[in-house]
């Protein structure tokens, strides 16, 4: 009984596979703009770019600004060239043979195997390999080509420079943090700092959620000094050395207001 099995599965294989059409490619990934949510990034197009459907990202005092994974996939390369080529470059595998490269990194922030989705920071930007100043240098791959870059489906603009702003993460981008004062409520602000109108407050112990951060006027609370300012609502600012949100700085993948 098993051997008659196995043939007839065999014999409906053959035939599933020769009335089967060549399957089609697999459809792309689809890509987000590889820096967080909110972000407004210049990006750069140029037929003499090694490869050249490469994208050069800019903005300004862009240096250490995070860069994120561009689509859901598995990093499978995070090398140093040194002081050639890519230099400090990270590669995501999203399957289907498609992969995207991020060079010219300052720093990692993943491992060699490590499942990334939508707005993980992989790393930051810098001017590492044969780099002339701070951008990141953004590729897609189909089977090792380099093919034209496409966010949300759209194509980059090939040639010229273009503003892209970034969907990445969006969905997931809230954070989220508990007031400490010590007793105190804390005043909410209309705007990133003290000298913004107080619009009420929140009680010390209170679980707020963050839409988004932002720089503001210096305060000096219960965790140290910061000019980082919490966004929980429409209107509604509070100053962030008095939330604990487990982060010194930024919260990573919560976007800048
Ligand atoms: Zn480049």
């Known amino acids: 009984?098993?051997?008659?099995w196995i043939s007839l599965l065999a014999t409906g294989l053959l035939v599933a596979g020769f009335l089967t059409?060549?399957?089609?490619?697999?459809?792309?990934?689809?890509?987000?703009?590889?820096?967080?949510?909110?972000?407004?990034?210049?990006?750069?197009?140029?037929?003499?770019?090694?490869?050249?459907?490469?994208?050069?990202?800019?903005?300004t005092d862009d240096l250490g600004d995070p860069v994120v994974a561009s689509a859901p996939g598995t990093v499978d390369r995070v090398t140093n060239l040194g002081n050639t080529s890519y230099g400090k470059y990270v590669r995501i595998n999203h399957g289907g043979g498609y992969s995207t490269y991020y060079a010219h990194l300052?720093?990692?922030?993943?491992?060699v195997g490590q499942t990334v989705g939508y707005g993980k920071v992989i790393g930051w930007v810098g001017s590492t390999g044969g780099s002339t100043g701070p951008h990141l240098h953004y590729e897609q791959r189909l089977n090792g080509s380099d093919i034209q870059v496409r966010f949300n489906g759209s194509l980059a603009l090939y040639w010229g420079t273009k503003s892209y702003s970034s969907g990445n993460g969006c969905s997931s981008g809230a954070g989220s943090g508990t007031v400490?004062?010590?007793?105190?409520?804390?005043?909410?602000?209309?705007?990133?700092?003290?000298?913004?109108?107080?619009?009420?407050?929140?009680?010390?112990?209170?679980k707020v959620t963050i839409a988004c951060q932002t720089s503001g006027t210096s305060v000096t609370g219960t965790y140290g000094t910061s000019t980082i300012w919490?966004?929980?609502?429409?209107?509604?600012?509070?100053?962030?050395?008095?939330?604990?949100?487990g982060y010194d700085g930024y919260i990573p993948n919560v976007p800048r207001c």
């Open 1 to 4: 009984m098993r051997k008659r």
């Open 21 to 59: 059409p060549a399957s089609p490619a697999m459809a792309a990934p689809t890509f987000r703009v590889p820096f967080p949510c909110g972000q407004s990034w210049s990006g750069q197009t140029r037929s003499d770019h090694s490869p050249a459907y490469a994208v050069d990202f800019n903005r």
């Open 106 to 111: 300052n720093g990692f922030n993943v491992s």
């Open 180 to 206: 400490d004062t010590s007793g105190t409520p804390l005043t909410v602000r209309s705007g990133p700092g003290t000298g913004y109108a107080s619009v009420g407050t929140v009680a010390d112990g209170a």
């Open 230 to 245: 919490d966004r929980i609502g429409s209107g509604r600012f509070i100053a962030d050395a008095y939330v604990y949100t």
